[in-house]
């Protein structure tokens, strides 16, 4: 599975914006709302694609792109912060069926949290996803040690969708 950085002036100024202590609610909330879209439009450029003939209103015959994935897509937001995040990845991609998955870390008790945390999902709602066909982007702006992410990719992975996508803007390193 490819990874794709923000790594562009405009991507690393929001980015900025959001890891800055200082930033109030709802500067964070519309930043997340644009890396949302742009991460939008980095997943788009990795879809299948077809080159398409079309006419304009002159009535000249004019080839062009056609997203063939655009049709066959399910978004899913794991809540917590990614509201914002899914916000712009409809707008990227309005057509798209969306779900839902409520998870709660389990409390531990110790000095040391374990590498891989117990993860409840208590809540899941995500649309049929058809088999070979469907691309599947599951929406979380931070991953800390991945169990939560772990286990929805899990459940997602088990109806076989053509791809899966995973839409985040900070992944920490453990500790």
């Known amino acids: 599975m490819p990874l794709f950085l923000l790594s ?5 100024h929001i980015l900025t914006q959001l890891r800055d202590k200082n930033t109030d609610q709802i500067t964070f909330r519309k930043g997340l709302v644009r890396l949302g ?11 299948d694609h077809e080159i398409t003939e079309v006419e304009t209103p002159l009535g000249v015959k004019t ?6 994935d ?13 509201s914002p995040l899914v916000e712009g990845l409809l707008k990227a991609f309005p057509g798209a069926r969306q779900g ?12 040391e949290p374990p590498k891989e945390m117990e993860v409840e999902i208590f ?9 070979g066909i469907d691309n599947v982007i599951v929406a979380d702006p931070m991953i800390a040690t991945g169990s939560t992410m772990i286990k929805v990719l899990d459940r997602i992975a088990r109806q076989n969708p053509k791809r899966i996508y995973i839409a985040s803007v900070i992944i920490s ?3």
């Open 100 to 111: 839902v998955v409520a998870a709660k870390r389990k409390e531990f008790e110790g000095k």
């Open 173 to 175: 390193e453990y500790g």
């Open 63 to 68: 080839k062009g792109v056609r997203i063939v």
């Open 37 to 47: 879209r742009i991460i939008g439009y980095e997943i788009a450029n990795t879809m």
């Open 8 to 12: 562009e002036p405009y991507e690393l």
């Open 70 to 82: 655009l049709d066959n897509l399910v978004i899913v937001n794991i809540l917590r912060a990614a």
């Open 123 to 131: 809540y899941e709602k995500i649309p049929p996803i058809k088999e």
